[in-house]
């Protein structure tokens, strides 16, 4: 065991840093430290809500996905799925530490692009691409566009003036098991073409001038455990034909509970590289798209405690809720909350951690194990770093959380707390006087 790691009688500490980030420990009197900040600290200097990442253990993350899959399949790329954490300072360490950028959309193109990553680095998704996100990405200089549909095609001979690189996502026909709301290889998902439409997309592409067809694309879903479904992704994907590029998408999952289990890297990794050998031909271009697998156990969510009601039940309510986790609402997942200045005190209460949003569906965490909350404490939400960010909002007027990256003993702000003046910039067409 650890020294800085422990595991008390009465806790269920020891349990929890495989799930809490990996430069995770806890000071002598119970406080948990991230890159070796402590939780107070953070919240003393920048507020609560707060997004905290460990940036040492998310850049030893990278690293284990770009040389595992270099040096199992010579011709490869990995790409960061940037919807799990659209965010300029991440953009940066992506390029940093050698992986290219998948992006959904114009705005984290713009992002992207800002935080300096190379556009021959940058691949461009979407299921309903506009005409202003394509000329976007041909302006930038991407280096590829996966093509979802033949009405993207269509868009394109309008758009294409020079040669351009394109992938064809295509329906692997393979059911993720994972929420319905995260699976997209299945044959009813809204994702990509049936592999008998995608023949004729794939001819339609060879023929045209500017369209350099390079391979195809999948991607079955996200939040899966069993490796075993990526090679079968794999496996299917070979029979569209034999091509020079395969981006066998992402989908990783990872523990954010007690109970849950997750694959490790390397094993990922072997289970899609072993499909590929067997499948795919041996010259082909291989590359893969994480996520979540890469940012999810790197960030934690900080709030503080505003209230405490023992009624019925005990509800430990705190400063953020639904409006900074709204994955709880669309995929019911599941998590974890942990005082984080008392850890080492006996975790003797079960408490319904909640939100300050006002739905009873703003439920953070159901039945939480923890010391008697009171007024101030804080509280950490572990393995928040995929998605709680990129899908935060304004609900009941809430502020979208700031983001810090910690390292040795170091934090340094990244994106900003919004403030009410943000919130009300859009709206200042109806506060002008020709309004009135």
């Known amino acids: 065991m650890i020294a800085n790691r422990p595991a008390p009688a009465g806790t269920r500490l020891g349990e929890l840093w495989r799930i809490l980030p990996e430069e995770a420990t806890a000071t002598d009197d119970g406080v948990l430290e991230i890159g070796g900040v402590a939780v107070t600290e953070l919240a003393e200097r920048f507020g609560t809500p707060l997004h905290v990442y460990d940036e040492v253990g998310l850049r030893r993350q990278i690293r284990r996905f770009v040389d595992g899959l270099h040096a199992r399949w010579a011709d490869s790329d990995v790409l960061f799925a940037s919807k799990s954490l659209p965010a300029v300072g991440m953009y940066r360490i992506a390029q940093e530490e050698g992986l290219s950028v998948d992006v959904a959309g114009g705005g984290e193109l713009r992002l992207a692009l800002a935080a300096g990553v190379d556009p021959a680095r940058i ?173 999810g156990r790197a960030g934690v969510t900080l709030y503080r405690t505003t209230t405490v009601k023992r009624t019925g039940r005990t509800f430990v309510a705190v400063d953020g809720g639904l409006a900074d986790q709204m994955d709880i609402a669309l995929t019911q997942q599941r998590y974890e909350a942990i005082l984080a200045d008392r850890l080492l005190e006996p975790w003797t209460e079960t408490a319904q951690v909640v939100g300050r949003q006002c739905e009873s569906g703003d439920l953070l965490v159901d039945g939480a194990a923890m010391p008697p909350a009171r007024v101030g404490d804080l509280v950490v939400m572990p393995a928040t770093g995929a998605y709680a960010y990129t899908m935060s909002n304004n609900y009941n007027g809430a502020l979208k959380p700031a983001i810090v990256f910690v390292a040795d003993g170091a934090a340094r702000l990244v994106a900003r707390r919004e403030t009410y003046d943000d919130l009300l910039a859009t709206h200042a067409p109806a506060m002008a006087p020709a309004f009135a």
Do not use: W
């Open 123 to 295: 691949h461009m998704h979407g299921n309903a691409k506009t005409d202003a996100e394509l000329r976007m990405a041909l302006e930038a200089g991407i280096d590829t566009i996966i093509v979802d549909n033949e009405d993207e095609l269509d868009r394109l001979e309008r758009l294409l003036d020079r040669p351009q690189k394109l992938l064809l996502r295509v329906i692997p026909g393979v059911e993720a098991k994972t929420h319905a709301s995260q699976a997209t290889g299945g044959a009813s998902s809204k994702f990509g073409l049936p592999l008998d439409q995608a023949e004729r997309a794939i001819a339609r592409m060879q023929a045209h001038r500017f369209m350099r067809f390079e391979g195809v694309h999948l991607h079955i879903g996200s939040q899966i455990l069993d490796t075993a479904q990526f090679a079968e992704a794999v496996a299917k994907i070979s029979s569209v034909g034999s091509f020079g590029t395969y981006d066998v998408g992402g989908g990783l999952g990872i523990a954010y509970t007690y109970d849950e289990q997750a694959p490790a890297v390397e094993d990922y990794l072997d289970a899609v590289v072993a499909a590929a050998r067997a499948n795919l031909p041996a010259d082909a271009r291989l590359l893969i798209e994480p996520g979540r697998s890469i940012v």
